[in-house]
């Protein structure tokens, strides 16, 4: 990163610190000659969110559950939402509209990591939502 301060890089994962820009370069570990530099801007605001399921609690197989954010998310953002394993957790789709769609179906025992990525939203704010294990009885 030409500004670490903006955007540290640690095992090709990026995370932002605050507002700024800085350049990425990336060079191919078998390959020197192959590189590519791309610039990032980090958000005036960055706000870390979290999220839960059944207030924390273990889920249930057999039902459905909503995430629950530790603050308000935009409304006009889409969401992209991964589990580590769909043999226990599943989400009803990949890409929702709104926080208010998001779903989830436990589906056995078992414990997962799930991760839910703000893709699209007013520039002026950066969500980073911190990925949640859950367990499954």
Do not use: H
């Not at 990425?24 to 078998?30: D, K, L």
């Amino acid at each position: 990163s030409s500004a670490p301060d903006v955007v540290s890089v640690d095992a090709g994962r990026l995370t932002a610190l605050k507002p700024g820009t800085a350049e990425i370069a990336v060079r191919s570990a078998e390959n020197s000659s192959v590189s590519a530099v791309c610039t990032v801007t980090v958000a005036s605001e960055v706000r870390r969110v979290t999220f839960e399921l059944n207030g924390g609690q273990a889920l249930s197989k057999g039902k459905f559950y909503k995430p629950v954010f530790s603050q308000p998310m935009p409304e006009q953002a889409q969401y992209r939402v991964t589990v580590s394993s769909r043999r226990v957790l599943e989400s009803t789709r990949s890409l929702y509209d709104g926080p208010d769609n998001i779903s989830f179906y436990a589906i056995s025992p078992g414990t997962v990591t799930v991760t839910v990525e703000v893709i699209s939203q007013d520039d002026s704010v950066l969500y980073i939502v911190e990925p949640l294990s859950v367990r499954i009885q």
